[in-house]
């Protein structure tokens, strides 16, 4: 099969770090003459200045797109330094597709502005750009990646992009050359396409230069000195810029301009392959441009190039390459535009998927083969934004997408330098994702693992296994692993569920209800019934005190600042009262305060509060204890009685009230106990010394053992809080969101006589009303429940989405939270939310469905009968 194809495949030569122009593929797509209006480079190795605002470290297409937005807007005073010539690196290389799909859900907004801005671009530069538009289609060949593309349309219809699930009639008239034996349906983007990486990246510095940026090359930065005030210097050959702020956009040099500061950015170089057939007749004989396929169970896309085909495979974990030489020893001096040798043989049972899928490809000759540097970051994400620990230091790093990504990017990067908040919110983004627990180990095997997983079938509540578990894996951890399943949380092992006799253990993912469900629904009643017990340590911690400290923190905050020996639920806003973060704030002794967030949210919070310190002069000390602390959750109507036993301390309700925080011991370990519980039962959380953990763990399972005490993970707790109304950061709040919308208003002090962080913003928003709001949604479902992000209708129309859902183990029906104009808000409201391609009928209901304990116990003093 395919002899011509492999007798190509063999004769074609594979030099190592083969220099060349520009690969056939990489420079003139069909024909379209990119590159030649203005296309060659005059290097300028000049500084010109040596003050400039923003410095930009990498001429790729991100950070010329980057120059390019941020010149645009009308900062003055920006320099991009590139150390060969702009597009060296990744750039130059690329297969240049462009999609508007993203199982995401804010980064089809950063793919959407890019399509937008490209098409465009050559109007407004004069500079062509190669921009074809055939569409895509991403091929199911299988019935789970039927219910894939289902669950991915749930999530398309509040979205402006176009985007279609197509029968296989439809994919063969789009893609006449298809295998029709192996199509069941398809996902088809018919804004899609690819362009010429070379020249969109001339035709942004084209612009960029055009609204005043300067692009300087062949300029190599040699090292980056911060100064007191915040300001680098940027030493070059050339001379020193003294700089407000500087961006790394270096592509797979980035590790290095990191390490001129002390920082081990987790990236790592990947050799991805693509193959450019010869002219095949049947190409050249169509009257339209093919729309790009990715086969995703063979794992490649395939687009037209001219009258040929270009095909680029995703090879296994097993068989695809790192270049981990370089994060070792650094990448060669002069490295820019060289390609590494093929290796033919690792994509073989590609091809062969490509021959399969594509007929007219085993009679096809090849005229090229490329096999060059990407960069990846652990999860296959870019790192974007501002970098916790160093002042003004930005990154936009780790593209292994960087085509579609460049022009989105360097738009929301440009919009946050300017107005000192994210346009919208992209946490998943954030390269404080990663911490010191992200060692080069973890970073090689989690590269290799999401290169290989590339078009694996994207499931909710995904778990990824390679470089697991790290260093900072939790106490428990070794005492928990054969009992339950494990979640991944920022380094740490965080029990998901637990595992019974007769239960089918393990991971098993699924777009409907799978084995955990039931599991979970035992933990859940453990909670309601009797006394759980969960492991909490992922959460952030910071200890904040000095002087200065209830000021900063009513200046953070926009709740009040809690009182010595209590605890509250506060929010952080952005300056246009957007809702940056959520944490729980105690005031331990005066002055000195323990801060509390999510596993996810902890350098993003820390970056923010230590920026603000810096801005406002604060007096204050603020230390991030997340490491040292273990956190042990206790809940459940005989949580007291069972935490009673190990203590002195008087526990009761009079004693210890809701949302107090006392220092105490519990069976001779010290910790600081919080009288509050996400599950909205009554329980605590206890604070103490990680080495501590497992002693105390089993001391608190021993001292329940009357009570029935078991363990409980978080997906019983996020059915919990479900039930009992309880927002989460991430979800119901973030950058997206302000709090009168989420329904925080009780949180929200905008009396109080501190100007907190988007106080004024939030009074105007209040005063013209608001249109939008969170509503609490139960469901007629079958077998599957809304996860979060799904498309909500009325009247045939989508008229907002769900944020996060679970099933209600109480009402044995599914509940989910969700955005929909004020109008449609009220209790009684009938909707319809879709799960899989299938509208389920909705109801608006009053919240919460199940009390919370202390309201119940309020509830009861007063003589009335509250609902559980």
Same mark, same amino acid.
């Given at each position: 099969?395919?002899?011509?194809?492999?007798?190509?495949?063999? &004769?074609?030569?594979?030099?190592?770090?083969?220099?060349?122009?520009?690969?056939?593929?990489?420079?003139?797509?069909?024909?379209?003459?990119?590159? !030649?209006?203005?296309?060659?480079?005059?290097?300028?190795?000049?500084? &010109?200045?040596?003050?400039?605002?923003?410095?930009?470290?990498?001429?790729?297409?991100?950070?010329?797109?980057?120059?390019?937005?941020?010149?645009?807007?009308?900062?003055?005073?920006?320099?991009?330094?590139?150390?060969?010539?702009?597009?060296?690196?990744?750039?130059?290389?690329?297969?240049?597709l462009t999609t508007y799909f993203h199982p995401?859900?804010?980064?089809?907004?950063?793919?959407?502005?890019?399509?937008?801005?490209?098409?465009?671009?050559?109007?407004?530069?004069?500079?062509?750009?190669?921009?074809?538009?055939?569409?895509?289609?991403?091929?199911?060949?299988?019935?789970?990646?039927?219910?894939?593309?289902?669950?991915?349309?749930?999530?398309?219809?509040?979205?402006?992009?176009?985007?279609?699930?197509?029968?296989?009639?439809?994919?063969?008239?789009?893609?006449?050359?298809?295998?029709?034996?192996?199509?069941?349906?398809?996902?088809?983007?018919?804004?899609?396409?690819?362009?010429?990486?070379?020249?969109?990246?001339? !035709?942004?510095?084209?612009? !960029? @230069?055009?609204?005043?940026?300067?692009?300087?090359?062949?300029?190599?930065?040699?090292?980056?000195?911060?100064?007191?005030?915040?300001? /680098?210097?940027?030493?070059?050959?050339?001379?020193?810029?003294?700089?407000?702020?500087?961006?790394?956009?270096?592509?797979?040099?980035?590790?290095?301009?990191?390490?001129?500061?002390?920082?081990?950015?987790?990236?790592?170089?990947?050799?991805?392959? =693509?193959?450019?057939?010869?002219?095949?007749?049947?190409?050249?004989?169509?009257?339209?441009?093919?729309?790009?396929?990715?086969?995703?169970?063979?794992?490649?896309?395939?687009?037209?190039?001219?009258?040929?085909?270009?095909?680029?495979? =995703?090879?296994?974990?097993?068989?695809?390459?790192?270049?981990?030489?370089?994060?070792?020893?650094?990448?060669?001096?002069?490295?820019?535009?060289?390609?590494?040798?093929?290796d033919l043989d690792r994509i073989m049972e590609?091809?062969?998927?490509?021959?399969?899928?594509?007929?007219?490809?085993?009679?096809?000759?090849?005229?090229?083969?490329?096999?060059?540097?990407?960069?990846?970051?652990?999860?296959?994400?870019?790192?974007?934004?501002?970098?916790?620990?160093?002042?003004?230091?930005?990154?936009?790093?780790?593209?292994?997408?960087?085509?579609?990504?460049?022009?989105?990017?360097?738009?929301?990067?440009?919009? /946050?330098?300017?107005?000192?908040?994210?346009?919208?919110?992209?946490?998943?983004?954030?390269?404080?994702?990663?911490?010191?627990?992200?060692?080069?180990?973890?970073?090689?095997?989690?590269?290799?693992?999401?290169?290989?997983?590339?078009?694996?079938?994207?499931?909710?509540?995904?778990?990824?296994?390679?470089?697991?578990?790290?260093?900072?894996?939790?106490?428990? =951890?070794?005492?928990?692993?054969?009992?339950?399943?494990?979640?991944?949380?920022?380094?740490?092992?965080?029990?998901? /569920?637990?595992?019974?006799?007769?239960?089918?253990?393990?991971?098993?993912?699924?777009?409907?209800?799978?084995?955990?469900?039931?599991?979970?629904?035992?933990?859940?009643?453990?909670?309601?019934?009797?006394?759980?017990?969960?492991?909490?340590?992922?959460?952030?911690?910071?200890?904040?005190?000095?002087?200065?400290?209830?000021?900063?923190?009513?200046?953070?905050?926009?709740?009040?600042?809690?009182?010595?020996?209590?605890?509250?639920?506060?929010?952080?806003?952005?300056?246009?009262?957007?809702?940056?973060?959520?944490?729980?704030?105690?005031?331990?002794?005066?002055?000195?305060?323990?801060?509390?967030?999510?596993?996810?949210?902890?350098?993003?919070?820390?970056?923010?509060?230590?920026?603000?310190?810096?801005?406002?002069?604060?007096?204050?000390?603020?230390?991030?204890?997340?490491?040292?602390?273990?956190?042990?959750?206790?809940?459940?109507?005989?949580? &007291?009685?069972?935490?009673?036993?190990?203590?002195?301390?008087?526990?009761?309700?009079?004693?210890?009230?809701?949302?107090?925080?006392?220092?105490?011991?519990?069976?001779?370990?010290?910790?600081? !106990?919080? @009288?509050?519980?996400?599950?909205?039962?009554?329980?605590?959380?206890?604070?103490?010394?990680?080495?501590?953990?497992?002693a105390l763990y089993s001391a608190i399972m021993?001292?329940?053992?009357?009570?029935?005490?078991?363990?409980?993970?978080?997906?019983?707790?996020?059915?919990?809080?479900?039930?009992?109304?309880?927002?989460?950061?991430?979800?119901?709040?973030?950058?997206?969101?302000?709090?009168?919308?989420?329904?925080?208003?009780?949180?929200?002090?905008?009396?109080?006589?501190?100007?907190?962080?988007?106080?004024?913003?939030?009074?105007?928003?209040?005063?013209?009303?608001?249109?939008?709001?969170?509503?609490?949604?139960?469901?007629?479902?079958?077998?599957?429940?809304?996860?979060?992000?799904?498309?909500?209708?009325?009247?045939?129309?989508?008229?907002?989405?769900?944020?996060?859902?679970?099933?209600?183990?109480?009402?044995?029906?599914?509940?989910?939270?969700?955005?929909?104009?004020?109008?449609?808000?009220?209790?009684?409201?009938?909707?319809?939310?879709?799960?899989?391609?299938?509208?389920?009928?909705?109801?608006?209901?009053?919240?919460?469905?199940?009390?919370?304990?202390?309201?119940?116990?309020?509830?009861?003093?007063?003589?009335?009968?509250?609902?559980?």
């Amino acid at each position: 099969m395919g002899t011509l194809l492999r007798a190509a495949l063999r &004769r074609l030569p594979t030099p190592r770090r083969h220099r060349c122009p520009l690969p056939a593929a990489a420079s003139r797509p069909l024909g379209s003459g990119a590159g !030649a209006q203005g296309g060659k480079e005059n290097p300028s190795p000049s500084l &010109r200045k040596d003050r400039a605002d923003t410095v930009i470290i990498g001429g790729g297409c991100v950070g010329v797109s980057l120059a390019y937005h941020l010149a645009k807007a009308g900062l003055k005073d920006v320099i991009l330094l590139e150390k060969s010539e702009l597009t060296a690196g990744s750039t130059w290389h690329a297969a240049g597709l462009t999609t508007y799909f993203h199982p995401g859900i804010n980064l089809k907004k950063i793919h959407a502005y890019s399509i937008k801005l490209y098409e465009k671009l050559e109007e407004e530069t004069g500079q062509a750009v190669g921009f074809h538009q055939p569409g895509s289609i991403r091929i199911a060949s299988t019935p789970t990646r039927v219910d894939e593309f289902k669950y991915q349309m749930t999530r398309a219809g509040w979205h402006p992009t176009e985007q279609y699930l197509i029968t296989p009639e439809k994919v063969q008239e789009l893609f006449p050359l298809l295998n029709m034996d192996m199509v069941l349906a398809g996902l088809y983007n018919p804004g899609d396409g690819h362009i010429d990486p070379y020249s969109l990246t001339m !035709a942004l510095a084209a612009g !960029a @230069r055009k609204h005043g940026a300067q692009l300087n090359y062949p300029v190599q930065v040699t090292n980056l000195n911060p100064r007191s005030d915040g300001t /680098w210097e940027v030493e070059t050959p050339l001379g020193v810029i003294q700089a407000k702020r500087i961006v790394n956009t270096a592509g797979f040099w980035a590790r290095e301009i990191g390490k001129m500061i002390g920082l081990q950015h987790p990236l790592i170089p990947v050799h991805h392959q =693509y193959v450019v057939t010869a002219t095949i007749p049947e190409v050249k004989a169509l009257k339209r441009e093919l729309p790009v396929i990715r086969d995703l169970e063979g794992s490649y896309y395939l687009r037209q190039e001219r009258d040929g085909l270009l095909f680029g495979p =995703y090879e296994s974990e097993k068989k695809m390459k790192l270049q981990d030489s370089w994060v070792t020893n650094g990448v060669p001096p002069g490295f820019g535009k060289e390609l590494f040798e093929s290796d033919l043989d690792r994509i073989m049972e590609h091809i062969e998927a490509a021959m399969e899928m594509v007929p007219v490809l085993k009679q096809a000759d090849i005229i090229n083969t490329i096999a060059g540097p990407i960069t990846y970051s652990p999860d296959i994400l870019p790192m974007v934004g501002p970098h916790q620990g160093v002042r003004n230091y930005w990154v936009a790093i780790g593209f292994g997408y960087g085509i579609i990504h460049a022009g989105g990017i360097g738009k929301y990067l440009s919009d /946050w330098i300017l107005e000192g908040e994210p346009p919208f919110d992209l946490i998943e983004l954030d390269p404080n994702r990663y911490g010191k627990w992200t060692t080069t180990e973890y970073t090689a095997a989690k590269a290799r693992e999401s290169y290989g997983f590339n078009n694996i079938v994207g499931y909710p509540k995904e778990e990824r296994f390679a470089g697991r578990p790290t260093e900072r894996a939790g106490a428990l =951890y070794d005492l928990l692993k054969s009992k339950c399943s494990m979640g991944f949380h920022a380094g740490w092992e965080q029990p998901h /569920w637990f595992y019974k006799p007769g239960d089918e253990t393990g991971y098993k993912p699924s777009f409907r209800r799978t084995n955990w469900f039931d599991p979970v629904g035992r933990e859940y009643k453990q909670v309601m019934e009797k006394v759980g017990v969960i492991d909490l340590s992922p959460f952030g911690k910071f200890k904040v005190k000095g002087t200065d400290s209830v000021k900063l923190l009513d200046h953070l905050f926009a709740n009040v600042v809690p009182k010595v020996g209590t605890t509250n639920i506060s929010h952080m806003l952005t300056p246009k009262g957007k809702v940056y973060a959520e944490l729980t704030v105690s005031q331990l002794y005066p002055g000195e305060f323990m801060l509390i967030t999510g596993s996810g949210s902890e350098l993003h919070d820390l970056r923010w509060i230590e920026e603000e310190i810096v801005r406002g002069g604060y007096k204050v000390e603020i230390e991030n204890v997340t490491d040292e602390m273990g956190v042990l959750g206790v809940a459940g109507p005989y949580a &007291r009685q069972v935490l009673q036993k190990l203590t002195a301390e008087d526990l009761s309700d009079v004693s210890f009230k809701f949302l107090q925080s006392k220092h105490l011991k519990l069976s001779d370990i010290a910790v600081t !106990a919080i @009288r509050i519980s996400y599950t909205g039962e009554l329980g605590w959380e206890l604070y103490h010394r990680k080495e501590d953990s497992v002693a105390l763990y089993s001391a608190i399972m021993e001292a329940g053992q009357k009570e029935g005490i078991d363990n409980f993970g978080t997906y019983a707790l996020n059915a919990l809080r479900l039930e009992k109304g309880f927002r989460a950061w991430g979800a119901e709040m973030n950058c997206d969101t302000n709090p009168l919308e989420a329904g925080l208003e009780y949180f929200v002090k905008l009396n109080k006589p501190a100007d907190f962080i988007g106080k004024q913003t939030l009074k105007k928003i209040k005063e013209k009303g608001l249109k939008r709001r969170l509503v609490y949604l139960t469901l007629e479902t079958d077998d599957v429940d809304p996860e979060g992000n799904e498309s909500v209708w009325h009247n045939g129309k989508v008229i907002g989405n769900t944020t996060s859902g679970s099933f209600s183990y109480s009402a044995q029906r599914s509940l989910a939270f969700a955005y929909v104009p004020t109008e449609l808000g009220k209790v009684g409201q009938k909707l319809e939310v879709e799960l899989l391609g299938k509208n389920y009928s909705a109801t608006v209901i009053q919240e919460p469905l199940v009390l919370t304990e202390p309201t119940r116990m309020r509830l009861q003093r007063k003589g009335e009968s509250p609902k559980i």
